[in-house]
């Protein structure tokens, strides 16, 4: 495929993904007092007991712009395959005084991280309250994009560095992490300027970069013993199939096996679109690990 169709064939899937109008939560809480500390909840459509639950972690390259809004057409979707699902916001990227530039920064340091290990620190006294019926002893993380680095990150805090204010005693109680054409490898998602240097906004200038990636960069985060699936579509223009693939070699050396799904003549964006097959497909993907 020349440049020209593939990039003619991403804005039509891009198009698609975002023309579906938002959808409504059936609950929100707050899992603290920022307003982006917030959790949207969506009870499975059939009204099943017992539901697992499906953490959703929204991309847009840790930038402000980006919101959860975006992805809740498929939290709808997966409600409707029959998960409770909880839909996380938390804090993106702004103008920080730092951190000053032409165009939106991605993410903020700390509290992008902060804000993930809070709503997962919270979730289940926050699902009680609000979706009783489901079944917080099956949690799968989902997550696209930059959710994607952060559905992995959120199941590899155990394994953090000694000292890290987000590390865990012990495993998180998951059943699983399936990233969504994830920025899962930070060294080459910076070789291939992914998302217009967002990796390197994320962190910060170069000292800085290098003090953070091994508190942040899942490929450094390995092995984490929790089921790991990755789905990938070949022909992604946004986050290049290099870096799942490089994630998944990184797991390999570290003694873990990590699935990996590549779809053909799949981009960015049909993983989240309720209409592509791709999003059947990730909902397997889950449902093989929730169920």
């Given at each position: 495929m020349s440049d020209s169709a593939a990039r003619d064939r991403d804005a039509v899937e891009t198009e698609s993904a975002f023309s579906h109008?938002?959808?409504?939560?059936?609950?929100?809480?707050?899992?603290?007092?920022?307003?982006d500390q917030v959790i949207d909840f969506y009870a499975p459509r059939d009204g099943r007991a017992g539901a697992p639950v499906v953490?959703?972690?929204?991309?847009?390259?840790?930038?402000?712009p980006y919101d959860r809004r975006h992805v809740t057409p498929f939290a709808d979707f997966l409600a409707r395959r029959g998960f409770?699902?909880?839909?996380v916001e938390y804090r993106r990227g702004s103008e920080l005084p730092q951190q000053r530039g032409s165009g939106p920064v991605a993410g903020?340091?700390?509290e992008t991280f902060d804000d993930v290990a809070a709503a997962m620190d919270a979730l289940p006294g926050l699902l009680a309250a609000a979706l009783p019926?489901?079944?917080?002893?099956r949690i799968v993380v989902t997550g696209h994009s930059a959710g994607g680095q952060l559905a992995l990150w959120a199941a590899a805090r155990h394994v953090l560095p000694q000292g890290s204010p987000w590390r865990l005693a012990a495993a998180p109680p998951l059943r699983g992490v399936v990233a969504l054409a994830p920025i899962a490898d930070f060294a080459t998602a910076v070789e291939l300027d992914v998302c217009s240097g967002a990796v390197g906004q994320l962190l910060g200038?170069?000292?800085?970069?290098?003090?953070?990636s091994p508190y942040a960069d899942p490929a450094a985060l390995l092995p984490t013993g929790i089921a790991t699936a990755v789905v990938q579509g070949r022909t992604d223009l946004t986050v290049p199939h290099a870096v799942a693939e490089a994630f998944?070699?990184?797991?390999?050396?570290?003694g873990e096996t990590v699935g990996l799904t590549l779809l053909e003549e799949v981009g960015h964006f049909p993983l989240i679109d309720p209409a592509a097959d791709a999003c059947a497909v990730v909902a397997e993907e889950i449902a093989q690990l929730a169920w």
């Open positions: 109008p938002a959808v409504a939560p059936d609950a929100s809480a707050a899992y603290g007092d920022h307003p953490v959703v972690l929204h991309g847009g390259a840790w930038r402000g409770a699902v909880a839909n903020r340091w700390p019926d489901a079944d917080a002893r200038r170069e000292a800085d970069f290098a003090a953070r998944v070699d990184a797991a390999a050396k570290a």
